[in-house]
């Protein structure tokens, strides 16, 4: 495929997030994997560029999943029924489990490319297991996707069954070497390892100390969970007496941001201590709603941290979350939003569809560079989404087809294309 072109079609994004930037019938210039402008026409210059015209379609950037459990994506929907300590020991920790069998692992893994193939994805942070050869597998279905990613063998010493529990902090540590090497030496060109202590009720403070010489060795990023549930924010005052909040748990250690460009699930009992480490450091807040929702942990008080200038993106926590629609994910952190404003909070202004959907591209996107804008310079990913499968009766602006379309879930069976990094996915419609 060429690599300049123009897309042709309904150009949405969020530049700003309290603004759905549109622009009708325009052109959207891709140059090298990189967006290069929105047109109305095509310049004089650039009259024999090719034109990819999808007609009435949107088009929008590719969704960024900052949290995502590849592991857990074959009960996800099930199993509802508890919190998270009691959730994790009951359904996740067996089903993880599972994947030290790597025929297992194999057949469930491709299961999850395949629904990420078909999701309006592009770029994502996954979590494996603790078993290198089966997070390697899933790191080989992921590449094949054409989605950008970083992927985790998750590290665990501690407060889980056996077969789950690695054996010392030395044998984990060594262990996340050989899978760093090992994914390095595959040459993937789009996946990429991020070191991924499950949190810290599993992992001893020897094993964060062997994780932080890995880390800083391969200077790789770091991705993990935060202040999620108050039974496990009370748990780290008695596992690390010493840290002054659970986050600083993780600082302690090296693996909260600076350096350490880190991602961190939920952060619903965030102190304004941490708050403010969080700031300091710089660390990616990852606001997963449903599985706020479906664990009842409660509701991350977004609004502060999306007012407050920090670093915040979506993710789905599948299995915490039940689907890995970033869609879904989007319309939840609203809905979230208003139950929080008027159960909690009448400050707390609910979040507009602008800032939910900033949060899903841009605000996520930033994780991995200038990714989720159509901004010039931006790397070019996007999701070409045909919405007619919902008619309606009158015509609609623009701004009301995008809020709609994602309020109806349309990634699911209106995905007409997707491109990530300027390279076309082909996906015809309706086959998700
Ligand atoms: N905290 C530690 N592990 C997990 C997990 O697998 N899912 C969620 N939602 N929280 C966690
Ligand atoms: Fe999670």
Redesign the pocket.
Known sequence: MNDTFFLKGNICHTPVKDRLDVHEGAYLLCEDGRCGGIFDAPPPALRAVPVLDYGDCLILPGMVDLHI?AS?FAYRGTGMDEQ?LEW?QKY?FPEESRYADPAYAERAYRIFADAMDKSATTRAAV?GTIHRDATLCLMDFLEGTGIISYVGKVNMDRDAPPALTEKDADSSAFDTFGFVNAAHKRGYRRTMPILTP??I??CSDELLSALSEVRRAYDLPVQS?LS?NPE?VMLIKLLMPEAAFYGDGYDRFGLFGGDARTIM??CVYSSAEEIARIRERGVWIAH?PA?NMN?A?GIAPIRKYVDGGLRVGLGS?V??GQTESMFRAMTDAIQVSKLYWRYHDHSARPLSFSESFYLATKGGGSFFGQVGSFEEGFEFDAVVLDDSLAPHPQPLTLQDRVERAVYLGLDRGGIREKFIRGVKRGLDAGTS
């Open positions: 459990h857990q998270l994790l996740t979590f499950r949190f009720p599993t969970h999620e496990e699930a939920h997963c599985s664990l942990s926590d299995a915490g």
